[in-house]
Structures are given as structure tokens and as C-alpha cells.
């Protein structure tokens, strides 16, 4: 039989002890809260960091590239240049609806 000396009562009554003030101490939690708010307001910076680049990067291309702003232009404003044909094919979904639509 494991014989269990004194000492090793003692250490894992302070270790006992130690965690049970640490868990039920107010100021270990609120660091405990803290720390996790940090690590997730650091992400957002991040994340607030690569979305400003993309858009200087943007701002950019728009002011120094005519073809940069020719091909927004075309894509979100759908624009075409005069004599241009556009030439439109429809999705599976909407090739559905089409034929389902009465004529």
C-alpha cells in the first residue's frame, strides 16, 4: 500500500487551496474576462487593419488606373461602351425560371 507522507498531504492541501482561490477570486476572473476581450478586440483590429488596405489599395487603382475604374465601371454599373455588344448567358437556375414563366 502507497504510504502518504505528511508532506505530500500538506502540498496538496496549499495546491488545493491555491486553485479554489483562484477560482472564486473576483480579481482573477475579472483578468480572466479581460484577457479574452482583449485577445477578440485585437482580431477585430486586424481583420479593421486588412479591410483598410483593400480599400487604400482600391482607392488607388481608381485614381491612378483608367482600366481599374473602366472595369468597375462595366461590372457594377453593367455600363458597355458604344458600338460594344454584350453578350449575357443565363445560370441553370435562371434558364429554370424562363422556361417555367408563361409567354
Known sequence: MIKIKRIDIIL????AAGA??????QGSRNF????????????SIE?????KSLLEKSLYNLENEPSYLERMARDEL???????????????????KAEKKPK
Open 12 to 15: 496538496i492541501a496549499i495546491f
Open 20 to 25: 479554489a482561490f483562484l477560482a472564486f477570486n
Open 32 to 43: 480572466a474576462s479581460r484577457f479574452m476581450k482583449a485577445r477578440e478586440l485585437k482580431k
Open 47 to 51: 481583420s479593421a487593419n486588412y479591410q
Open 78 to 96: 453593367k455600363v458597355i461602351a458604344p458600338g460594344e455588344i454584350e453578350y449575357r448567358f443565363l445560370s441553370e437556375e435562371e434558364e429554370e
